[in-house]
């Protein structure tokens, strides 16, 4: 069975660009979670998805970040107006439901990087 | 809000030698411990966790640890390190109402040596 698809792998952007990060869960699993891991930090909590509402936006760090689950399948995180500090790897995991038995299933990431 | 300290940021072993990586963590509130593994170019992945119950929990490939709620400690042990054990290894936590939401440690870096 497949794992938790994220791309692209890697993007390289300019700042002030938009950028579409794309996330595919494992099939059957309702809850979605997105992270972001600086360089040299532990990943840090986004924005979790159960279904296809936010449940919990609380980490996305200002209004540039947005997140969408239309079908409550496939998110795409957005940044608009990209910054140099966005640079970063932007995980995506999902887990069977709202994180119950405490294991979540990572993608293995995208890279940002805005020069 | 809960936070996680990982006092190594790496620690070189030899193959075969015992190793023992440490977490402290602080919180308001009970919380769920974890301890997750980044292998090169992997994503992370569930190494073992501790939920409730005994607090000598057993994950994958040997790995076990103790959760110490008086030291607010959950230190991760292997008896005797494999060469295919260097990896990334993050200790995180999370509150029992928000079980979703993991405050992970900045990772200590595991390098087994042959």
């Known amino acids: 069975g497949a794992g938790v698809s994220q791309t692209p792998s890697n993007k390289v952007t300019e700042k002030g660009k938009y950028v579409e990060l794309r996330c595919d869960p494992i099939?059957?699993?309702?809850?979605l979670y997105w992270y972001r891991q600086s360089l040299g930090q532990g990943p840090e909590f986004l924005i979790y998805?159960?279904?296809?509402?936010?449940?919990?936006d609380s980490g996305l760090p200002n209004d540039r970040f947005f997140a969408v689950r239309p079908e409550g399948s496939v998110s795409t995180l957005k940044i608009q107006r990209t910054e140099r500090g966005d640079s970063a790897v932007y995980l995506c995991?999902?887990?069977?439901?709202?994180?119950?038995?405490?294991?979540?299933?990572f993608g293995e990431g995208s890279r940002l990087t805005v020069l | 809000a809960q936070s996680v300290t990982q006092l190594d940021s790496q620690v070189p072993v030899f193959e075969e030698a015992p190793v023992e990586l440490r977490c402290n963590y602080s919180?308001?509130?009970?919380?769920?411990l974890f301890w997750y593994v980044q292998y090169p170019n992997q994503g992370l992945q569930l190494l073992l966790k501790?939920?409730?119950?005994?607090?000598l929990v057993k994950g994958i490939n040997g790995f076990e640890a103790e959760f110490n709620k008086s030291q607010t400690s959950f230190h991760l042990r292997k008896p005797s390190v494999h060469i295919s054990d260097t990896a990334e290894y993050f200790c995180?936590?999370?509150?029992?109402?928000?079980?979703?939401?993991?405050?992970f440690g900045k990772g200590t870096l595991l390098t087994v040596n042959p």
């Open positions: 919180s308001s509130v009970s919380v769920y």
């Open positions: 995991a999902s887990s069977p439901n709202q994180g119950s038995t405490g294991e979540l299933f």
């Open positions: 995180a936590v999370s509150g029992l109402g928000s079980n979703y939401k993991l405050t």
């Open positions: 998805f159960q279904g296809t509402g936010a449940a919990d």
């Open positions: 501790y939920l409730s119950g005994s607090t």
């Open positions: 099939s059957g699993h309702t809850a």
